[in-house]
């Protein structure tokens, strides 16, 4: 019998968008500061194919590093046809509140199925 690696693979996304949402944020608390770049976090399954096998943390001094944290990123110079502004700032408010709905879309979609798969491997230890 494999493994399930479902539970796995929500975690990691459910790490993901903690990640993402943590940039979003800073991008939005940034909104008026001079010559701040936007950052955002690489799509989900360009992560998921580039972190392969990993040196594991044995100990608990040991570092490990964060994968997801690593992919991000300045945003470019223009993001969605909105240049730098003349701050230098290339926050697009707009944008971001869109990127937070997603993220919170995703979010409870992540939820939702790890619920339903949880509650379909009870039904099948009880029977």
Do not use: C
Not at 43 to 63: C, I, K, N, S, Y
Not at 90 to 103: F, G, H, M, Q, R
């Amino acid at each position: 019998m494999q493994p399930i690696q479902l539970f796995a693979l929500a975690s990691k996304q459910a790490h993901w968008l903690t990640v993402r949402q943590t940039v979003v944020a800073g991008n939005i608390a940034n909104v008026n500061t001079p010559n701040y770049q936007a950052r955002d976090v690489a799509d989900f399954q360009a992560v998921m194919q580039e972190t392969g096998l990993r040196m594991a943390a044995t100990q608990p001094g040991h570092l490990s590093e964060d994968p997801i944290r690593s992919s991000v990123s300045r945003s470019s110079q223009v993001q969605d046809g909105i240049d730098i502004l003349p701050s230098g700032n290339s926050v697009s408010l707009p944008d971001e509140l869109a990127k937070t709905s997603e993220i919170k879309r995703t979010y409870e979609l992540n939820a939702g199925l790890v619920k339903s798969f949880h509650r379909m491997m009870l039904m099948t230890v009880k029977s």
